[in-house]
């Protein structure tokens, strides 16, 4: 299961950097990806890091603003979130996903899914 935190109310322009704990992680290479999903939206991809190498991918909405780390050999993740926007405000989920990816998956690959944490930006 993982968990997301580290959510809260941001002005925009600023920034908030999220986590993701993960425990028993059944998997040799995975990848672990953040999503978002704002209220009447359908759940989208933002980013993700692969546990072979740490390749990182972005949505291009995020590119440049958002960075997505590993802490060190722990299997804890973050999502440093910079110059947030307005439309930046959802629900962020962190998921695992065993496949290879070569970008941001959809989310139907990806599985064990917290309860996300909300981050919201005002304007």
């Known amino acids: 299961q993982l968990q997301a935190s580290g959510g809260g109310l941001v002005q925009a322009g600023g920034s908030l950097r999220l986590s993701c704990a993960a425990s028993g992680i059944p998997y040799s290479d995975y990848a672990i990806g953040w999503f978002r999903q704002a209220p009447g939206k359908e759940r989208e991809g933002v980013s993700c890091i692969t546990s072979s190498d740490g390749t990182a991918y972005y949505a291009d909405s995020v590119k440049g603003r958002f960075t997505i780390s590993r802490h060190g050999a722990k299997d804890t993740w973050h999502l440093q979130m910079n110059s947030l926007k307005p439309e930046d405000t959802a629900i962020y989920y962190c998921?695992?996903?065993?496949?290879?990816?070569?970008?941001?998956?959809?989310?139907?690959?990806?599985?064990?899914w917290g309860q996300g944490t909300l981050v919201t930006v005002s304007s």
């Open positions: 998921a695992i996903t065993p496949y290879a990816v070569l970008g941001v998956p959809a989310p139907t690959y990806f599985h064990s």
